[in-house]
């Protein structure tokens, strides 16, 4: 199966692939190529999260590390197993912009690696602690925080090294 988008195309039959989608509660991990591959949710919701931890649009260091908290334990409770060099893929806005603020350049490889992930993540606790430098601000949105808290927890539990934003 062929996934396409802009000049970025993925052929899942080759490796095996798993789509990242966000769903309104939760994140969810599928293979479309490998039926036989167990999707997998994992309690997740921008709303929840933008609620309980970033009221209005707040950064704080305390809600961060709660916010850490509680998606560690969602990823650990769905108890995800897959095949080690198992590859992830999405074609969510959300991790487009992540991808964006990262500074993954658009093009035919649009992947965005765990060490930039890293790195938004650190500018994200600077900015929560308000020593950010002004021009490494980070787009002010209780989304972008929460997108930025998931991916890093997934990336990490889950060892993957990088996503392939599409």
Do not use: C, Y
């Not at 195309?9 to 039926?35: C, G, K, M, N, R």
């Not at 095949?83 to 991790?95: I, S």
């Amino acid at each position: 199966m062929l996934f396409t988008e802009s000049s970025v195309t993925i052929d899942t039959s080759q490796d095996l692939w798993l789509q990242l989608t966000f769903e309104p509660e939760a994140a969810v991990l599928h293979s479309s190529a490998h039926p036989n591959m167990p999707s997998v949710s994992i309690a997740f919701s921008h709303a929840d999260m933008e609620k309980r931890f970033f009221p209005q649009g707040q950064l704080r260091p305390l809600h961060l590390e709660r916010a850490i908290e509680q998606v560690e334990d969602h990823i650990q409770a769905a108890h995800p197993d897959w095949p080690k060099g198992t590859k992830l893929f999405t074609q969510e806005t959300d991790l487009q912009t992540l991808a964006s603020v990262a500074g993954v350049s658009e093009g035919s490889q649009r992947v965005l690696h765990v060490d930039a992930v890293e790195q938004t993540f650190s500018r994200l606790v600077m900015q929560a602690m308000g020593q950010a430098p002004h021009q490494e601000a980070l787009p002010d949105s209780a989304r972008f925080f929460a997108s930025v808290v998931f991916v890093r927890e997934l990336m990490h539990h889950l060892h993957f090294p990088q996503i392939w934003v599409l």
